[in-house]
C-alpha cells in the first residue's frame, strides 16, 4: 500500500511566522502535490512537482513555496503565515491515482 | 474548460437504503481519467476508484458500483444497502493532463449522512 505521511495532523501558528509542512511518501512516485481544503471551496491545487527539484504552480500559490530536495519528500513553506491561510492542508503522491495523506489542520492566530 | 460538478450538496438516508451520488464533468480531451474518493470525518481522503476514457463498464465492488456514461459525461457513484460508516463527504475528480503529470480537477464533494 502506498503511504503518505503528512508531519502533523493539528498545528497553531501565529501570523508572520515562516510555517512547513512536511511530506514524505514511500512509493518513489515522482509526482507529488499539495492542496488545501477549504469549506464551500473545496480541494484547491497549491503547487506541485514532478521530479525532484522541480515545480509548478497551482492554481492558488500566492503566499507559498515549496521544496523538493528529495524525490521522497515535499515541503510546503508559508513564508509568513497570514490569518487567511487557516485550512487544511492536503499532500499527495502519484502514480495515478493520487494518493493521499491524513492531512494537516493549521491553524494561523 | 474542464469541470467536475456535484451538484449534490448533502444526501441523507437511513441505514440500508440505497443511494446514488451524481458526477458530471466536462473535458475535451479524448483520454482522460475519473476518480471518487471518500472522505470520512477523520479528513483523511481515501480513493475509491479509477476508471479511464476508454473503458465504459461499469464497476461492482461489494456494495460500491459506478456507472460510468461517455454520452451523459456521468460517472455516477451507488452504494447499496448504505452503513452508518458510509457518512463521509465523497469527491469525484477527472484529470487533466499537464505537462509531465496530471492535476486533478475535483467537484465539490456530496456530504453523505447515514442514520442508524
Known amino acids: 500500500d502506498v503511504k503518505v505521511t503528512q508531519s502533523s495532523r493539528y498545528l497553531v501558528k501565529r501570523t508572520g511566522e515562516k510555517v512547513f509542512l512536511e511530506c514524505v511518501q514511500d512509493m518513489d512516485h515522482e509526482n507529488m502535490f499539495w492542496y488545501r481544503q477549504d469549506p464551500g471551496l473545496g480541494l484547491r491545487l497549491i503547487y506541485f512537482s514532478y521530479d525532484v527539484k522541480m515545480k509548478e504552480k497551482g492554481d492558488i500559490p500566492e503566499g507559498y513555496s515549496v521544496s523538493r530536495e528529495k524525490k521522497e519528500r515535499f515541503s510546503l513553506i508559508l513564508e509568513s503565515a497570514s490569518t487567511n491561510q487557516t485550512s487544511m492542508y492536503l499532500c499527495?503522491?502519484?502514480?495515478?491515482?493520487?494518493?493521499f495523506g491524513d492531512g494537516t489542520r493549521l491553524s494561523i492566530l | 474548460a474542464q469541470k467536475v460538478t456535484q451538484a449534490q450538496t448533502e444526501i441523507s438516508v437511513v441505514e440500508k437504503e440505497d443511494v446514488t451520488l451524481d458526477c458530471v464533468y466536462e473535458?475535451?480531451?479524448?483520454?482522460?481519467?475519473l476518480f471518487w474518493y471518500k472522505q470520512p470525518p477523520s479528513g483523511e481522503l481515501v480513493f475509491l476508484i479509477r476508471r479511464n476514457s476508454f473503458d465504459e463498464q461499469n464497476e461492482i465492488s461489494g456494495r460500491y458500483s459506478w456507472n460510468f456514461q461517455k454520452s451523459t459525461s456521468s460517472f455516477n457513484f451507488t452504494i447499496t444497502a448504505s452503513q452508518v460508516v458510509d457518512s463521509a463527504v465523497y469527491f469525484c475528480?477527472?484529470?487533466?493532463?499537464?505537462?509531465?503529470?496530471?492535476?486533478?480537477?475535483f467537484g465539490t464533494g456530496t456530504r453523505l449522512q447515514v442514520f442508524p
Open positions: 473535458t475535451r480531451d479524448t483520454t482522460y481519467y
Open positions: 499527495a503522491s502519484s502514480n495515478r491515482p493520487q494518493h
Open positions: 475528480a477527472l484529470t487533466l493532463l499537464w505537462g509531465n503529470t496530471d492535476k486533478l480537477i
